[in-house]
């Protein structure tokens, strides 16, 4: 599984660049967003991108997608959780900035998701549906919260980036204990004690 590749920029398409990759040239996929992030960037420079890895029984042949960093990568890995939305649609259906699409389904607004390439109402309802009340993070605001309220802690990042890359939760499930463990306890302030907090919480539950 390919999570991160970092190397030098060897050419540029509407939809896709080459990166060379100590002597091996890999084709990644790049949503429209994170394009225009790499208009400035020409053959030979340095280049690091966080990949989005997908291999099934029925698509052998790999597919790379690359992300400026690892919040726009869960963010992927959420809006692909919708029904109908695989990694190929959603590449191009994100042509606009993570926290405007995070934005939009936080406040219900069908017409901004409309936008987007290949979205229509039917599947704008569909990923509000699915994602409204999850994406407080990727919309600059904490989980649970309105749109315009103060960001999370950095720590709250921190234990929503592990719980999702090395427990295996996904981007969902990572939000909801956080959001729960912070309303039970709201001045906790290191990633240690909201950990505690969070398994203290799944315990209670069972």
Do not use: C, W
């Not at 959780?81 to 990694?87: D, F, H, L, R, Y």
């Not at 234990?159 to 890359?165: A, D, E, F, R």
């Amino acid at each position: 599984m390919i999570a991160y590749l970092e190397g030098k920029l060897l050419s540029k398409g509407p939809d896709r660049i080459i990166l060379l990759v100590s002597h091996v040239g890999y084709e990644v996929l790049v949503p429209a967003f994170v394009m225009d992030t790499l208009s400035t960037k020409e053959s030979g420079d340095s280049l690091a991108l966080y990949i989005f890895h997908q291999q099934t029984e029925r698509q052998p042949k790999p597919v790379l997608i690359g992300f400026n960093n690892e919040d726009e990568k869960f963010f992927f890995e959420a809006f692909i959780s919708v029904e109908a939305i695989g990694p190929l649609k959603a590449v191009k259906a994100l042509t606009v900035a993570v926290e405007e699409i995070a934005a939009a389904i936080e406040s219900g607004d069908t017409d901004t998701l409309k936008r987007l390439n290949g979205i229509g109402e039917r599947t704008a309802h569909k990923i509000i549906a699915t994602l409204k009340g999850k994406m407080g993070r990727f919309a600059g605001v904490s989980e649970g919260k309105s749109h315009g309220t103060a960001r999370a802690p950095d720590f709250v990042d921190t234990v929503i980036n592990v719980l999702m890359s090395q427990l295996g939760h996904s981007a969902g499930e990572a939000g909801k204990m956080v959001d729960a463990a912070m309303k039970r306890k709201p001045l906790l302030s290191n990633p240690e004690d909201l950990f505690d907090e969070i398994y203290k919480g799944e315990i209670s539950y069972e």
